[in-house]
């Protein structure tokens, strides 16, 4: 398992925070903490020598698409397109904060190459017992 934890929101209580788990008999190599508390990448390696690059991201609640969002998509496109210039499957996945279609307008997936999985239904119910789809993987 690898971490990046949550830091100080700003109200004072812990904001963010983000792991990538596996068995243990799958191996985790060259973690990389790609936006503090926001966004993390390792490899996994697979059997017979294979690896993917696997990355979660947990995106600031209530800002949208804003500079913060925007930043976290900057640093995991770097990433993702150093993973696959070394030669590795990318998949990307978390509470993105955001609906797959403002990630679809910024031009992000095209951007590095990467295509929607998002569920048809509704993954996070909120108070009010409806919320949208959080973010392509």
């Not at 996945?93 to 590095?112: I, Y």
């Amino acid at each position: 398992a690898v971490f990046a934890p949550a830091l100080l929101g700003p109200a004072g209580g812990p904001s963010g925070g983000v792991a990538i788990l596996t068995r243990r008999q799958v191996g985790l190599s060259r973690p990389t903490v790609l936006v503090p508390g926001r966004a993390l990448g390792a490899m996994v390696e697979l059997q017979r020598g294979a690896a993917v690059a696997v990355a979660t991201v947990y995106g600031h609640s209530g800002s949208g698409l804003g500079p913060d969002n925007r930043a976290i998509l900057s640093r995991l496109g770097d990433w993702w397109q150093e993973a696959r210039e070394a030669g590795a499957e990318v998949l990307v996945g978390g509470d993105w904060n955001l609906p797959p279609t403002a990630v679809r307008q910024a031009g992000w997936l095209e951007a590095v190459g990467g295509r929607e999985l998002a569920p048809p239904n509704p993954t996070c119910r909120g108070p009010s017992g409806r919320a949208g789809i959080r973010g392509p993987a």
